[in-house]
């Protein structure tokens, strides 16, 4: 049984910065894609940022340049570093495969920023 589990979200202003983090267990391949995908109040999930079992990254337009996707296959975990974040950042955060695997999907992790 997979289970991911996001951690790393809260309250911040405009411009600042957060961290998160997805641990996987269960048998979930250490090279599988994985992404980030955001919920944001009153609009459809998106995927902001994916990640190849390689490494190669992948980014919404309307955060490349500020949020940096990376992975540690040893420790089946996946980060999403946030900068410069502006008020339609705001959102639930969660990971998944990519694409999403309907099975999977945790609680998220809520990212609020203030203007």
């Known amino acids: 049984q997979v289970q991911l589990v996001e951690s790393g979200g809260g309250l911040v202003q405009a411009g600042g910065s957060l961290r998160l983090s997805c641990a996987a267990s269960g048998s979930i391949f250490s090279i599988s894609p994985m992404a980030w995908y955001r919920q944001a109040p009153g609009k459809q999930r998106e995927l902001v940022a994916g990640i190849t079992g390689g490494g190669m990254p992948k980014y919404v337009d309307s955060v490349k340049g500020r949020f940096t996707i990376s992975r540690d296959n040893a420790k089946k975990t996946v980060y999403l570093q946030m900068n410069s974040l502006k008020p339609e950042d705001t959102g639930v955060y969660h990971c998944n495969t990519d694409p999403a695997d309907v099975d999977y999907w945790g609680k998220g ?7």
């Open 109 to 115: 992790t809520l990212v609020t920023v203030s203007s």
